[in-house]
């Protein structure tokens, strides 16, 4: 009977970082994708720098939009997120790539994405090349700091006036 309550725990607490980094990953590179999509080119340099501008400010509204209704208890919103973000990089930049005749064309292609998904620096390598590396970036320390700033994991005032909850 406990293993199962204990079972059931873990399956909420990882569908629910899972569903978070689905979301954030989702919103971070949406404004790519339609890009890619609707204009079926290379970025222009003022796409580039609107583009790097628009990502991390959509994922740092969604982790306020969903702030208040997530239920994350001790797990960070944020690094969900940014998890997210960096775990569904690669799929999405591939994606993007796609429609401008590259991207999913051959087995190899695939293979790489799977790869670059389990590895992800990768994804800052793939941004490279997709023209999205200070998008990255910047979307990457917004959440940190968020994070740090909205979050404050691991911060507890005790007794004796030290923070964190370890007396030197």
Known sequence: ???????????????????AALFGGSVFWL???????FRRSEPTTTAIWVLTLVMPFVVTLAYFSVRSKAKTGP????????LGVWVLGPTMIVLGQTYQGAGFRSIYTLAAVVFATVFPPLTLIMAG???????????TGALLLVRRICEQ??????ASGHVGGVAR
């Open 75 to 82: 797990r960070s919103l944020a690094f969900s997120m940014l």
């Open 1 to 19: 009977m406990d293993s199962e309550v204990n079972k059931r725990r873990f399956g909420d607490a990882v569908s629910g970082r899972w569903k």
């Open 129 to 139: 090349y997709d023209l999205s590396i200070m998008a990255l970036l910047l979307g």
């Open 31 to 37: 404004p790519d994708l339609a890009y890619h999509y």
């Open 153 to 158: 994991p691991g911060r507890t005032q005790t």
